[in-house]
């Protein structure tokens, strides 16, 4: 079903209902482009450590637009065992509420958005048709910018009125007009009396006017008439912006003030437009199945609930409380005993794959009044159906997981041992040793004895790291970025003696990992923020947030190692010989430099790293959750 800011509001009860019905819930998410500056090896380098990945997507990829979201519930018919499904496609745009509300910015990457051209997206729809929406903050904002205006603009609301006690006379404070503004105020009075004095007219519209002044005619009404009378500002069809003031008694003003204060509560809630949808899904806690789905989870978040915190921790404790439940499927399918049988991870492919043995395809049916998807035919990269999608392949491998239980299973419930150990980790792409984000603990920490980090001029390209360690047979080199790259070799044993080897270099520096992984950690304990009492200790003195997802209408809780001059660089291999023979320290041998060409060739750096092992569709080594298969 297909949803845009003009069937939103309509559409919106069969969204919630679906939601709470549904067994398990599953998302995917369009966005504008994925790195706003490095490349994407860069972006997933292979020996990022969760915290790394999580600090490069939150800098480079949050200024992206999330402007399609599919979601697709599955409910099991335990009469027909069947699931039925219930498919939206909705599609976003941030547009201004009114004039208070924010005018959001985003950024959109050439390459996506011509593939998803390429694909039959309708960014017209997008741009056209987009549902705003607004995060909690946002919407808190504009909650106390409409009570404050209330308050001080309403021109016969008895909030507008001091009381020293509750039997004590109304004080209405005397407004203070500016001398530039006196004539004008004036003629308005004047025009006031003459219209309440005409018992035959019962509505005067004033000319229009700007924001200020219109706030000083409030202020007069509410002092110099504050009985008898209703005061609105309306906007006419050219976007002009005027007050209308309307003759009532009391029961009628009341009854105004109660009209006027429901339309603007309406007007606020369709402002937070799609930020109700992931509302729901946050208080139904069903689990939430995605693929691939760390972007979609940060984005998410980031867009419709609230601004990701810097730390990652804090991270984790976010999206617990808004989806206290999640599933990667990726991950699920590169993780035994799915690897063994499963070549290729990519949603498309993944989907194909589990139509075959062992695996038997899950029986849907599409509800009535919703769409049915045809795999064959494929809509690739509409987010309905790519979420569509993604629940066949979660369930298919369920149901597999089934098998293996005593006696096997051909249905297999979300609350099943056999699926609880893929909850809450979020698959990290061409990681090689550390598979998944875990938000319900710690992450994966392993040793990487046999990395070295290594530092050198920024002309240096990928042939010169291969030609420094040389000696050492297969490497496998990881761009950090144009002056950093981790460098693994095939024996730990290795690793110190390169380390010993550098320290003859000018120009480069090699060190290991585990000595880089310390350095980072005291240059992050050395983070201080400067207050009016000193120098504090800010990283490690900073209180943990606590998050409490709070329902719509709610009120808010809430060294240089290097020397660039030098461009020289020695060679490991002429030394290497002398360092087995003499202790470290001992004889330099001859330094190799670059040839002509190879200088000439540096000035452009190829960093495609051909002998780099594929790892964006498995993971290199294997593990396992909790089970043994």
């Known amino acids: 079903m297909e949803i845009t800011w003009r069937n939103f509001k309509e559409k919106l009860p069969t969204v919630c209902q679906a939601v709470a019905e549904a067994d398990f819930l599953a998302i995917d998410g369009e966005f504008s482009g994925i790195s706003d500056g490095p490349s994407f090896t860069t972006l997933t380098n292979s020996l990022d450590t969760p915290e790394e990945r999580y600090e490069k997507l939150k800098e480079h990829s949050m200024e992206f637009l999330l402007f399609q979201f599919g979601l697709c519930t599955f409910t099991y018919d335990s009469e027909e065992a069947k699931y039925i499904i219930k498919s939206f496609n909705f599609y976003i745009f941030p547009r201004p509420f009114n004039r208070h509300s924010p005018d959001k910015k985003f950024v959109c990457q050439s390459s996506s958005i011509d593939f998803l051209a390429n694909q039959g997206f309708d960014f017209n729809k997008v741009f056209r048709d987009g549902i705003p929406y607004l995060n909690q903050e946002e919407e808190k904002q504009l909650r106390d910018q409409q009570e404050d205006k209330r308050y001080h603009t309403n021109g016969a609301s008895t909030t507008c009125y001091m009381y020293v006690l509750p039997d004590a006379p109304r004080a209405p404070v005397v407004p203070v007009i500016p001398d530039d503004q006196k004539d004008f105020i004036d003629n308005i009075v004047v025009s006031i009396d003459e219209f309440l004095k005409d018992e035959e007219k019962k509505v005067l519209q004033l000319e229009p006017c700007t924001g200020y002044q219109r706030k000083l005619i409030y202020q007069i009404m509410n002092w110099k008439f504050p009985r008898g009378t209703h005061v609105e500002t309306v906007e006419s069809p050219n976007n002009e912006r005027h007050m209308v003031i309307t003759k009532v008694d009391e029961d009628e003003r009341k009854t105004k ?18 930020s109700r949808v992931i509302h729901a899904i946050s208080s139904s806690g069903k689990l939430v199945v995605g693929h691939n789905m760390m972007l979609d989870v940060m984005h998410t978040i980031n867009q419709f609930y609230c601004q990701l915190p810097d730390d990652m921790e804090e991270f984790k404790r976010l999206t617990n409380c808004v989806f206290p439940r999640v599933l990667d499927t990726k991950l699920m399918a590169s993780t035994q005993p799915f690897k063994a049988i499963i070549s290729h991870t990519v949603l498309a492919e993944l989907e194909k794959r589990l139509q075959t043995a062992p695996f038997k395809p899950p029986k849907v049916e599409s509800a009535e009044g919703f769409p049915s998807y045809d795999t064959s035919a494929g809509q690739l990269h509409e987010a309905g159906y790519d979420a569509y999608i993604t629940g066949l392949c979660f369930l298919s491998m ?170 020289t660089k020695r060679s490991i291999n002429s030394v290497e010989e002398e360092l087995v023979a003499a202790s470290p320290g001992e004889g330099q041998g001859d330094a190799s430099s670059p040839s002509a060409s190879d200088a000439a060739n540096s000035r452009k750096r190829q960093k495609t790293d051909p002998d780099q092992a594929e790892c964006s569709n498995s993971v290199s080594e294997e593990f396992e959750l909790v089970h043994t298969w």
């Open 257 to 274: 003030e109660l009209q006027k204060k429901a339309k603007e509560e309406e007007d606020l809630n369709d402002a937070v437009g799609f």
């Open 398 to 567: 369920a149901n597999y997981l089934g098998s293996f239980l005593s006696p096997p299973q051909t249905y297999v419930t979300v609350q099943s041992d056999v699926i609880t150990p893929f909850f809450n980790k979020l698959f990290l792409m061409r990681i090689m040793d550390i598979p998944y984000l875990n938000l319900d603990g710690p992450d994966l920490l392993p040793k990487r004895d046999n990395v070295l980090h290594v530092t050198f001029p920024k002309e240096w390209k990928a042939s010169d790291l291969y030609q420094l360690f040389n000696a050492f047979g297969k490497i496998q080199v990881s761009w950090i970025d144009d002056t950093s790259a981790f460098v693994t070799l095939t024996q730990p044993d290795q690793v110190q003696i390169a380390v010993n080897i550098s320290r003859f270099a000018e120009s480069y520096c090699v060190q290991t990992y585990a000595e880089y992984v310390a350095k980072k950690e005291r240059q992050s304990l050395t983070k201080r923020k400067r207050t009016d009492d000193g120098w504090m200790d800010f990283e490690r003195k900073r209180p943990k947030t606590q998050y409490t997802y709070v329902p719509q209408n709610s009120r808010y809780h809430y060294s240089s190692c290097l020397d660039q001059s030098h461009s």
